[in-house]
């Protein structure tokens, strides 16, 4: 059977969001933008709002390579959210709000879905946008498109998934 390249990208992205579905069973708003603890001391480690805040970046971003129309990235989401960031115990609820951030990510990475499916193979031989020694790692809109969607998605979903433990939700 043949596959196109877009089809197998999208293939994985689609077990990517049902994972990442799976792993806010419990959460609540209160929780979502906070470090766990231990001892009383705060975990310095990336919470939820981070989390997806930070990858719904990403499936912008390959909206924009694809030459796909995309959604206004919500207000507050490129300072609290992207690479240069570093992740912050929002105790005093500044970060945008839960449903925000998850219908946004939701939303993007699914027409991310649908983004892939319909793209031709030789879009996917463009080179990385990015440049640099990024480009050097990943050289093709398709590898690097590969990356954003499977590996990086999951370091992050990884994170999430340590997070759950540590505020004592437990695996998904």
Same mark, same amino acid.
């Not at 089809?7 to 999208?10: F, K, L, P, S």
């Not at 930070?54 to 971003?61: D, E, G, P, T, W």
């Given at each position: 059977m043949s596959r196109s390249f877009g &089809?197998?990208?999208?293939d994985s992205l689609q077990t990517v969001i049902k994972y990442s579905e799976v792993l806010l069973k419990d959460v609540t708003p209160e929780m979502f933008g906070r470090f766990a603890t231990a001892d009383g001391k705060p975990i310095?480690? &990336?919470?939820? $709002?981070?989390?997806?805040?930070? /990858?719904? /970046?990403? $499936? &912008?971003?390959?909206?924009?390579d694809l030459s796909k129309p995309v959604d206004d990235i919500p207000a507050g989401f490129q300072e609290n959210f992207s690479k240069d960031c570093v992740c912050k115990d929002d105790a005093d609820g500044t970060l945008p709000d839960m449903k925000t951030i998850t219908e946004y990510y939701f939303k993007t990475w699914n027409q991310v879905v649908e983004a892939l499916r319909e793209t031709d193979d030789e879009v996917f031989q463009g080179p990385n946008p990015v440049g640099g020694g990024f480009a050097e790692r990943f050289p093709t809109l398709g590898s690097v498109h590969n990356f954003y969607v499977g590996g990086h998605n999951m370091i992050h979903l990884g994170q999430m998934s340590a997070w759950r433990r540590m505020v004592g939700l437990g695996s998904a």
């Open positions: &089809n197998t990208i999208a310095e480690s &990336n919470h939820p $709002a981070f989390v997806y805040g930070h /990858l719904s /970046l990403y $499936a &912008n971003r390959i909206m924009k």
